[in-house]
C-alpha cells in the first residue's frame, strides 16, 4: 500500500478516506460542412475531491476548519503526495501541487452505523507535478 498524504495550506489532513482528481479540458464541438472542429482551452483547471473522516482530535478539527473557511474566498495551495513501492522494491514519491484553490462544495454524512465522514471538494487553477525516486 502506498502512503498518502494531504496538505491543504500546509495543514496536514488526517484520516483521509478518498481523493478524486479531475482535469477539466473544457473540449468543445463545432459541427462544419467538413466534419467536425475540436477545441480545447490552453489553461485548464481541476477539481479536487476528499473524503475523509472527522478529525481525530479538537486542535486538528479547528485547525481544518479555520483554514476551509479562509479558502472560500482566499486561494490557498493543495499539496497531494504518494510515496509507491514498485514491484522491484524500489520507491518514488509523486507530488501534485494545486495552485490557487478554493472551497466548491463541503459535506458531511453522520450516520448511526458508521463515524461520520466529510467531503470537501475544491477548484484549483493550475497543476504542477513531480516524480522523484527514493
Partial sequence: MAAKTILIDGVLVGRG????IDKNLNVSEENTFDGPVLNG?????????IGKLIAPDLESYLELRAVLNEMETIKKPIT??????DKT???YTVKQLFLNCLVNSYGQEISVDT????????????KEETATRG
Avoid at 482551452?41 to 475531491?49: F, G, L, R
Avoid at 497531494?80 to 513501492?85: A, F, G, M, P
Fill in 17 to 20: 478516506t478518498s481523493i478524486k
Fill in 41 to 49: 482551452e490552453s489553461k485548464v483547471s481541476y477539481s479536487i475531491e
Fill in 80 to 85: 497531494i503526495q504518494e510515496v509507491v513501492k
Fill in 89 to 91: 522494491g524500489n520507491t
Fill in 115 to 126: 463515524l461520520t465522514t466529510e467531503t470537501i471538494k475544491f477548484s484549483a487553477e493550475d
